[in-house]
Structure formats: structure tokens, C-alpha cells
């Protein structure tokens, strides 16, 4: 089984974005289930969206304490502590425009400049796509293409092409040891 945390705040479409990783693993033969958590329903709230990805029958529904991958959608929200709950020798990707100052233990890091790419592409409110491509780049545990189609079909050839654009600009900070 394999886990992912999607971090962002209310607005950035982290819920889509789970959704649409949940939906491409679904395509490629695999098990999955994603499932929000958030308090306050309002924007720029944390949210937090959970997602399973197994080869096999998925019967737990609790929320993740550990992950093997997670996905921040900005440097800030790297306060919350969600490098602790990815497992040692798992991946973090951060939307930040610059390599982000974090100690992350014995994780795999990236960047990749999320904001800047839809800003470029003119699909400002396309930022989980990009989350999404840099985080896809990273794990390989779907194709990028599936993800791409699914966002192509749901939103537009132009959004894929954030979902492309990322990731090929995602950077790698630190390798795990």
C-alpha cells in the first residue's frame, strides 16, 4: 500500500487534487480511496486530503498518522509538522519557489515552483495540477499521461499542460540516506 498527504489551505484544491490521484490509480488497476479532513470550512483553512494507493483491497478508512509521500502545496504549511508523518526513506514535495529550509530526516525532498508555472501558463487557479505533475514526476506510482488525461477530460488540454510543465521543473533538495 502506498500513502499520500495532500496539505493546503481552503481554495487551492487539494480535495480535487487527491480526487484526481485516487481516479488515476483507480485507471491503472489499482485499489484506491481518497477522503478529506479540514475544520473550518473556509478559505485559506488547512486541509488535509488522504489518499490510498494498493494492489490489493483497501478496507481501512482511518486517517493517516505516517505516509510514504506528501505534497504541500506551500513552504509555510511546513510548519504544521508534516515532515514527521512521512515515513523514513518517503518523499515531500513543496510548492515553493526556492529549495525550503527544512531538515527532513531521512526523506527525499523536492521543489518546484507551482505558483510561478501557473502564473506563466496564465491557469491561476490550477495549483494542485501542478502539485499533482511534480508529485507524479517524483513517485512514478501513476503515469504522468493518466493524470494528464483525467485533468485534460475534466478541465482542458491547458490545464494539463500545468500538470506536464511540472513535472519537468521539479527539483530534488535532498536524497534520503
Not at 483507480?26 to 475544520?39: H, K, M, R, V
Not at 483491497?57 to 511546513?78: K, S
Not at 495540477?129 to 494528464?148: D, H, K, N, W, Y
Amino acid at each position: 500500500m502506498f500513502e499520500v498527504i495532500l496539505l493546503g489551505r481552503g481554495g487551492q484544491g487539494v480535495v480535487t487534487a487527491g480526487r484526481i490521484l485516487a481516479e488515476a490509480a483507480l485507471d491503472t488497476g489499482y485499489y484506491a480511496q481518497s477522503f478529506p479532513e479540514f475544520g473550518p470550512e473556509r478559505s485559506g483553512a488547512p486541509v488535509r486530503t488522504y489518499v490510498r494507493i494498493s494492489d490489493q483491497p483497501l478496507t481501512l478508512r482511518a486517517p493517516m498518522d505516517q505516509a510514504d509521500h506528501a505534497i504541500v502545496f506551500e513552504a509555510r504549511l511546513l510548519r504544521t509538522g508534516i515532515a514527521g508523518q512521512v515515513r523514513g526513506g518517503g518523499t515531500l514535495v513543496v510548492g515553493s519557489s526556492s529549495p525550503p529550509e527544512l531538515d527532513g530526516g531521512n526523506l527525499n525532498i523536492y521543489y518546484v515552483d507551482a505558483a510561478g508555472i501557473v502564473e506563466e501558463l496564465g491557469r491561476p487557479r490550477s495549483l494542485n495540477l501542478a502539485m499533482l505533475g511534480a508529485s507524479c514526476a517524483v513517485t512514478q506510482i501513476v503515469p504522468l499521461e493518466t493524470i494528464a488525461r483525467i485533468v485534460a477530460a475534466r478541465f482542458g488540454e491547458k490545464d494539463a499542460d500545468v500538470v506536464r510543465l511540472a513535472s519537468r521543473r521539479v527539483v530534488m533538495v535532498k536524497h534520503a540516506t
